[in-house]
């Protein structure tokens, strides 16, 4: 909103203050001849003045009074607030992504074309996109696939869950068994949630740390979520690596695309780490000197430094660009080149979690033909988690401290990964 832009430039003393909003010009506006006339908009069916971007009279209750051109002068328009919608020929608001107006089973998404005819943000019923399997729930703000009973794109305190209806949805439920009544909040299983430090939120609901998961630490003898720091040391990760008959243990890995040096953290690959002014750290933790001349990255699949903005050696539509998943102020310079889209066109290739990836995503296998995260309850049955076993195969097991008939392990013939 231009109204506020422009009164936060005048309260910080910036030089955009100057230029008033058009609508503050008494020629544009008679309201702005008012004491605070600037935060007023003239409508002229009766001839008064109302404060500006505010809800109800004179629009409909959902809209809210908007400034809008009519040829050089302003007018107001009665539009609705964003992250809401309209459908055609009506002027009820509807919030975005939800179901509002439409059928079961289906939510409410804007028509992005409708953006430009005369301010209208108008919407349209839609069906949601199937995900792979029933253990995700597709998030329509993003277009993106989750897990449920996971944080997903929620805020904290709530749990992604599926409405009756299917249409996902951030909930917390009093009766639910992700509630925690201490803070009124709803925390995923096997997360660190409302707890101290060293301990997991614990189906039940509680606090605790049980040496039989594959989150206990024996060094520390507390337990961390998996796939986060945890205990472990500047550049690692807290993940499964010992697969035993007893089940599973998490270990301090480096993360991904990062190499152990001799001083026993984990740096980003092609990046100054611990070495000298002049070299970067490669694969295995070696410091070696820096290949590429000043203004040019280097791409390790080709072993050769090239110029950003460049299209050799990257696909059709796309140039060499700096590292994005980089963080200076954290990981320091890279100099890793990457391909991304240029200014063309570009069918920009998005990271799925296929079965294909799944061989090489941490953390992750194929199971019935569709890529799942270990150590969930994924496709199996309530009381049971998707696991490795002694022999190296994928199957469905008893959660720890579960046994049958309370929960069903995997009898079938299993796929090896």
Excluded at 47 to 69: D, F, M, V, W
Excluded at 348 to 358: G, I, N, S, T
Aim: charged share 20%; net charge positive.
């Amino acid at each position: 909103m231009a109204v506020w832009v422009w009164l936060a430039a005048l309260l910080c003393g910036s030089q955009a203050a100057v230029l008033p909003p058009p609508w503050a010009d008494v020629k544009r506006n008679p309201c702005a001849a008012l004491p605070r006339g600037w935060l007023m908009l003239y409508w002229p069916k009766d001839g008064k003045c109302y404060t500006i971007y505010k809800k109800g009279h004179p629009c409909a209750e959902t809209q809210e009074l908007s400034p809008g051109r009519w040829g050089g002068r302003t007018i107001a328009e009665c539009k609705c607030p964003p992250g809401t919608a309209q459908l055609p020929h009506t002027n009820t608001c509807h919030k975005l992504f939800e179901k509002g107006p439409c059928r079961p089973g289906e939510y409410f998404a804007p028509v992005e074309e409708s953006f430009n005819k005369r301010g209208e943000r108008q919407g349209m019923c839609v069906r949601p996109q199937q995900c792979a399997d029933e253990t995700l729930v597709y998030w329509p703000a993003d277009g993106k696939c989750y897990y449920r009973s996971t944080q997903g794109p929620c805020y904290p305190g709530s749990v992604l869950e599926a409405g009756e209806d299917g249409i996902a949805n951030c909930s917390c439920e009093i009766s639910g068994p992700h509630y925690w009544p201490a803070d009124g909040s709803c925390y995923p299983h096997y997360t660190r949630g409302p707890c101290e430090k060293g301990q997991l939120f614990l189906p039940g609901p509680k606090c605790g740390c049980e040496s039989h998961l594959p989150h206990y630490h024996n060094e520390t003898g507390a337990c961390y979520e998996l796939d986060s720091l945890g205990p472990c040391p500047r550049g690692h990760t807290f993940s499964i690596a010992e697969v035993a008959p007893h089940g599973s243990r998490a270990e301090c890995r480096c993360k991904s695309f990062h190499a152990r040096a001799s001083d026993g953290v984990c740096y980003r690959l092609y990046t100054r780490g611990p070495c000298a002014q002049d070299e970067m750290i490669a694969r295995g933790g070696r410091c070696t000197k820096v290949p590429c001349a000043r203004g040019r990255l280097y791409v390790p699949e080709r072993r050769r430094c090239y110029r950003p903005g460049t299209p050799e050696p990257c696909p059709a539509g796309e140039v060499v660009a700096f590292d994005f998943e980089a963080r200076p102020a954290i990981d320091g310079l890279s100099h890793n080149g990457v391909c991304a889209c240029g200014n063309g066109a570009c069918s920009r290739r998005e990271v799925r979690l296929d079965v294909e990836a799944c061989t090489t995503r941490r953390g992750t296998a194929p199971y019935n033909g569709t890529c799942h995260i270990l150590n969930t309850q994924g496709p199996c049955p309530e009381n049971s988690w998707l696991m490795r076993d002694h022999k190296n195969n994928i199957r469905c097991k008893c959660m720890p401290g579960r046994i049958p008939p309370n929960c069903d392990e995997d009898t079938r013939v299993t796929v090896k990964s």
